[in-house]
């Protein structure tokens, strides 16, 4: 837990610098008190004082430094069945039903596109990190054919995307990344948690059962689950091993 | 202000159209058992307001977490706020309708969502007395037409939405069969 703070604090202090040179940087979201966090399947983010929001089609940025008076800089058309977006240190990671989109925001207020994976048609919320994106692939008759699992991309060169591992899951849907640790929402086979210090090689570490898990925010110390009940929430103090602390029932 | 009215009293003769049979060329349509939209007019629908008291789940999306809440969307109705400053007391304590909504994003204390095809930003700073700080129209275009309570929940026979106002539900009536869902 330390080190990953102290690892925040590396990349938040070096993006701090690399941004001084532009006029707003979006720095990096995780370390940024002013927003909070949302679970893998959101739609819409914020990053610095822009708010990126995907509808089925489209990408629309909306400068929301005057919050009275936003302000659409810009739209993308992405492609079709755009899923989930998720923000990590000046990229924006877009999961659609055939493949996954990174975005730069290099200039914040018109994101670029400047890679991408594709995949057979299947539902695709993503985690990344500066390294790696974790994607889980659900295929089933509503999402498509994809063979249902874990896919671990290499992004260190974002431009192309390498396809490091897949990992089989019967039933993968939203999913959480904090430090070395993967938890991945497995509906009703529960919230699966992987060692991932070593990425192209997820290590199983145990499953959590008791409900049809959905998504997953981990916070601080805290796992969030959105389960089909309510919601659920675990101390990770110690990451490897999820305590129950709280189910708020529907 | 007149042309609200007129609205209001055209919309509420609108259950009255459903017994003209659509006319499609080449498709007859039939009477039958099915789900009728309940209209709101669009101005009402996008109301927003808080409610202290908890309400329950039916209809669960996605989840947010900022300092001490977490926040729960009730796809098409609003979002459920939940006080977790001490995670073993974790406990629903009230309810921003926002109708039309699916999406949440929170920068200091301005919470962004969307209703229907608009953007909105909501000040909720003091959950009791949350205010709309500005309401950004059509920014989603695609929202006008995709939205939760466009559809039923159940297959089977529907009545086409209109697009003039929005939906807020369905009922159970003798309808045309002018929609079918899977």
Redesign the interface.
Known sequence: MNVFIKRIFIVFTLSVFINSCTKDGAGNTSADA??????S??????VG?F?Y?V????L?T?D?SN????V?TNTSEINFDIETIYPFNNRLFIGTRTGLYIYSLESPSSPVKVGEAQHARSCDPVVANDTIAFVTLKGNSFCGPAESGLYVHDIRNVFQPVLLRTVSLANPEGLGLQGHYLYICCNNDGLMVFNVADPANPVFVKTITGGYFK?V?P?GN?L?C?V?T??T?Y?ISNPADPVL??H?S? | MRICIVIFILFSFSSCWTKVKPVTPGIDYKRVWGNKPVYDAAANAKLISYSSAPMPVSNPGNIYAKGNFLYQLEIGKGIHVIDNSIPAQAARIGFITVNGSSQISIRNNLLYTNSYDDLLVIDITDLNNISEVKRVSGAFPEGRYNYYFIEPVESGYYECPRYDSVVIGWVKDSIWSSCYKN
């Open positions: 002013s927003t909070g966090k949302a679970g399947l959101s739609k819409f983010t914020i004082s708010l929001a509808d089925n089609h489209y629309y909306y929301i919050a009275s008076n936003p659409r998504d925010i916070y805290q969030i959105y089909s309510g919601i929430l101390d602390v709280k708020i529907n």
